[in-house]
């Protein structure tokens, strides 16, 4: 019988062969050299990036640029030992850009040379391409007043050619978030579909259902973007990118997860105007404020901010740190990240992956000769030691703690082998916070509390010590939350701290060598008459600041005082 022979078909097969086998020799080599590998008939190419270096420079160097933001570049090169490779990339350096360089197949290169022929006809903007363009995003910010004005903007695109509406998406997306004062864009892959949420006031609010062609392509986008690799999907990665908005430089943090049905993204927005909040506006109560003032007036001695991440501590830290800079004295801090840049003070940035921990930054800070050290948290028994002999030996050490409470903070600390006879010494004030979403002014409506929440109004208000703190403060009413176009509908807009502090006096001393328990130590600081979390936030609820339904929210309301 005879055998039917496809020229064609063998053809096809032998040039996908070639192609795979080229595309693994790339790979390997990639490996060898320390680079990134790429395969870019799968991605998009910028045509703005792109004209940065002509076709002939382009062809002559092997390599392409094929992506770019402000003067971050992508770039594909066959070789890092071709001598016409590293003049080139020399020579974008001296220009003032700043490569990424990614190792790819002739066949890739090929695909991006191809795009020149285009250029001459192209009519895209900088806009219209896979560039975040600043001043586009800053014109997106004013047209975003709600949550459903990005989903109109984001619906109007999804006709439109793909390179401009993926670039575009990214704009709405960051300038939607920016304008509406989230700290969070999270991308939450679903089975159909990728759900988007914004936190807003320490809330996840639904913002957008993405389908899961364009969702692919956001997400290597912002790999692309965050400087991770498009290639690893089953692996958790942490990158960054910044946009310059106005005069405000915001940096977001890029978390990918692998998840059931696609990797997960949350970019967390580090935006300076959300943290320079000055001390007397973060809500405190005078008397409680006016006990803190004290503290970080004085020359040596620890205070500690605990609660969860998002009570807003790193926030308060540099309110401190603000208030009592002067010339005279040299401030120095451990970060983890560095969120806000402040004029006169000393910043370093822990990066654990090359060693750079809290305490490696603590003891090379003991060495600077500073007056104040801000650690951002205190997280095991060297970071714990080295601050309380710090506080002990002269200096002002502003840290935090992951505990509940303020008194949690004593317990916590001998958790970390502290011992704890020096604590009083060296701790002059622990604290704790929380951030109250306060009631959109607009739509807030006056009610007659419940049963069971004048029980929880009139319990709390008896363990008030000090009526005074009563004086002026009606007690029949309450406010609620409604919504309204002001408030995306939630009944909130913006927030404030509810704050408990404890001074290591004499009493407190006493119960912690018992090795007393954190109810104990709060019934040791009954006297010091400062009022508790829950204390404060129903005060502030019985002021029309809150609701009682958002102080249930982030304290537990049942526990006895």
């Not at 991006?112 to 896979?130: N, P």
């Not at 639904?206 to 973007?225: E, G, H, Q, V």
């Amino acid at each position: 019988m005879p055998v039917d022979f496809d020229e064609d078909k063998q053809n096809k097969r032998l040039e996908e062969m070639r192609k795979n086998e080229e595309e693994d020799v790339s790979r390997i080599l990639a490996g060898k050299y320390g680079y990134n590998y790429l395969d870019l008939s799968a991605l998009p190419i910028n045509s703005d990036a792109l004209r940065i270096l002509n076709e002939e420079d382009a062809r002559a160097s092997n390599a392409a640029i094929f992506d770019m933001v402000d003067k971050k570049i992508q770039v594909a090169i066959l070789s890092p030992n071709d001598d016409k490779t590293i003049a080139i990339l020399n020579k974008l350096n001296g220009e003032g850009y700043f490569p990424v360089v990614h190792m790819v197949s002739k066949k890739s290169l090929e695909k991006a040379w191809g795009r020149y022929k285009d250029l001459s006809y192209s009519t895209e903007s900088t806009a219209g391409t896979f560039d975040i363009a600043s001043d586009s995003v800053v014109k997106l910010m004013d047209q975003v007043k709600h949550i459903d004005d990005i989903k109109k903007l984001t619906d109007d695109l999804m006709g439109v050619k793909q390179t401009y509406r993926i670039s575009k998406i990214l704009e709405i997306m960051l300038a939607g978030a920016l304008a509406l004062g989230a700290s969070d864009i999270h991308l939450e892959p679903e089975e159909v579909a990728v759900r988007m949420r914004f936190r807003i006031d320490g809330v996840l609010l639904d913002t957008y259902m993405f389908d899961k062609p364009t969702y692919a392509l956001i997400l290597s986008r912002l790999k692309l973007l965050s400087g991770l690799k498009l290639n690893v999907k089953d692996e958790a990665q942490d990158g960054r990118f910044s946009i310059k908005i106005k005069d405000n430089n915001i940096e977001i943090r890029t978390s990918l997860l692998p998840g059931a049905y696609d990797e997960s993204i949350v970019m967390r927005l580090l935006n300076p105007k959300s943290i320079a909040v000055s001390l007397e506006d973060l809500g405190i109560e005078k008397r409680t404020l006016d006990v803190l003032i004290t503290q970080i007036n004085k020359p040596n001695g620890m205070l500690l901010i605990t609660g969860p991440t998002g009570s807003g501590k790193t926030t308060t830290l540099y309110a401190f740190l603000k208030k009592i800079y002067t010339p005279d004295v040299k401030i120095l801090t451990i970060e983890d990240p560095i969120e806000y840049h402040l004029d006169g003070i000393v910043q370093t940035q822990v990066e654990e992956d090359k060693g750079y921990t809290f305490i490696a930054g603590l003891r090379a800070a003991m060495r600077q000769d500073p007056d104040i050290i801000m650690i951002g948290e205190i997280r095991d028994p060297e970071t714990a030691g080295t601050a309380i002999q710090a506080a002990l030996t002269g200096h002002l050490v502003f840290s935090t703690l992951h505990t509940n409470s303020a008194a949690g903070a004593y317990p916590r600390l001998i958790d970390l082998q502290v011992n704890p006879k020096t604590i009083p010494s060296a701790l002059n004030v622990s604290m704790a916070q929380r951030l109250l979403r306060k009631l959109c002014p607009f739509c807030k409506k006056e009610i007659d509390p419940n049963e069971h929440d004048r029980k929880i109004i009139d319990n709390t208000l008896s363990s008030i010590h000090d009526k005074t703190y009563l004086d002026g403060i009606q007690t029949a009413k309450i406010f609620e939350a409604v919504g309204c176009d002001k408030c995306n509908s939630t009944g909130y807009k913006g927030r404030i701290a509810i704050v408990e502090a404890i001074l290591s006096t004499k009493e407190i001393e006493e119960v912690i060598v018992t090795d007393a328990s954190e109810r104990e130590i709060k019934k040791a600081a009954e006297s010091q008459n400062i009022l508790d979390m829950k204390q404060d936030g129903i005060l502030k609820i019985l002021k029309g600041i809150s609701s009682i339904d958002e102080l249930g929210r982030v304290i537990d309301l049942e526990e006895e005082n």
